[in-house]
């Protein structure tokens, strides 16, 4: 079968959901399939076209203000680009992994090869976006399956799109099962680990609004964030006002191949996102066996579980964020007894193995039904 892969970002060794699009691909073209992939070109760094694993990437530079001013001078190159793609590689199925102005693009190149299309949603679009992103709303309405990451961001999408109910399933985020022995948690002194982007969403200054009363019950603790972004600089002024800069590391990006050592040397993981699909980090940390405290939003609840595996708080509560930690710091037995369970969890619920078949299945199934319909045209 041949997959037309089509993301907005495609660098395997970057982390998070690319780790994931990567370990798909990759077990799938070992079961016989074809792939190629069509990606943004973030950097004239980076070539136009590439392979991976033998697979080719081509990268076609996605700009918004292209799609913005509509300009045809601009558009059109890359829509014969885009078209030559199709009808060279001739797809059994397109399956599209974003929800950016490039999807104008794809419905914009959609009657050049015709082929059954699935959307991966990692994140639900925004409410206006429904309304006001044409290319979005098409493309979702057109899709012959939408897959949502989470439960939540299927229940965000059929708020919107109630009309593909039948068309909508859930599969959820997997990781490569973890190598290596799993560490017992470390407690001298506590460290608290935090990763991902430095933005908004993900909430870290809740933690470090945290430490002044886990430093009260735990002088020695560390908060630990690994990650960058534009609000890497206001963190390290709110630990300042805080007076709680000596015990904040701030580790900026850090490979992908790093983080499960990095998790091993936490004592406990936090994820207090102000909004999360599904939640990596959460899924990360359970497969080290680390006890995750995540916000109580969206998607996390389906990967920890309260009190069981973890433990599940309302975001932008720092109060009550530091009473839980130090009541767990303060309570070793425990913390291990849950980091045990997190890791029975997740090794259940979350095997790539399940995700692959997953996906192969709906390959399958949406291929079939194309080829039955051209059979029928």
């Not at 990437?57 to 918004?64: A, P, S």
């Not at 019950?217 to 206001?234: K, S, Y």
């Not at 997740?346 to 199934?365: C, G, K, M, P």
Request: contains cysteine; neutral net charge.
């Amino acid at each position: 079968m041949r997959i037309l892969f089509w993301t907005e970002s495609f660098f395997p060794r970057i982390g998070g959901s690319e780790i994931a699009a990567a370990a798909l691909i990759k077990a799938l073209k070992g079961r016989g399939h074809q792939f190629q992939v069509v990606t943004h070109q973030w950097s004239t760094d980076h070539p136009t076209d590439d392979t991976w694993l033998g697979i080719p990437i081509h990268r076609v530079h996605f700009n918004d203000a292209t799609f913005v001013r509509r300009d045809l001078n601009e558009i059109l190159p890359l829509r014969q680009r885009i078209a030559a793609i199709k009808r060279r590689f001739q797809p059994d199925l397109i399956h599209i992994g974003l929800t950016g102005p490039s999807l104008f693009l794809h419905n914009f190149t959609a009657s050049q090869f015709p082929a059954p299309t699935a959307i991966t949603l990692h994140v639900a679009p925004m409410a206006n976006e429904f309304g006001r992103n044409k290319p979005v709303h098409e493309a979702l309405a057109a899709a012959a399956a939408v897959v949502a990451v989470s439960h939540a961001t299927k229940a965000t999408i059929l708020q919107h799109l109630p009309e593909i109910a039948d068309r909508c399933t859930v599969i959820h985020n997997a990781l490569p099962d973890p190598s290596g022995a799993i560490e017992e948690p470390t407690f001298s002194p506590p460290r608290l680990l935090c990763i991902g982007r430095v933005t908004e969403q993900k909430g870290f200054d809740t933690a470090i609004a945290a430490m002044p009363a886990i430093l009260s019950r735990f002088p020695d603790a560390q908060l630990i964030i690994a990650g960058d972004g534009e609000l890497t600089q206001p963190l390290r002024e709110l630990a300042t006002q805080l007076n709680v800069s000596p015990h904040l590391r701030l580790l900026g990006w850090t490979p992908p191949e790093q983080i499960p050592a990095l998790i091993d040397t936490a004592t406990l993981v936090l994820v207090p996102s102000r909004w999360e699909p599904f939640g990596l980090t959460a899924l990360q940390a359970g497969q080290r066996g680390r006890v995750c405290l995540a916000s109580n939003i969206d998607g996390l609840p389906e990967v920890v579980q309260h009190l069981h595996t973890g433990l599940l708080l309302p975001p932008d509560q720092p109060g009550q964020w530091a009473q839980a930690i130090s009541t767990l710091l303060a309570d070793r037995p425990r913390i291990a007894s849950i980091g045990r369970s997190a890791r029975q969890f997740v090794a259940r619920q979350f095997r790539l193995s399940d995700h692959i078949d997953a996906y192969e299945s709906l390959y399958r199934r949406l291929a079939g039904a194309g080829r039955l319909q051209e059979a029928t045209a």
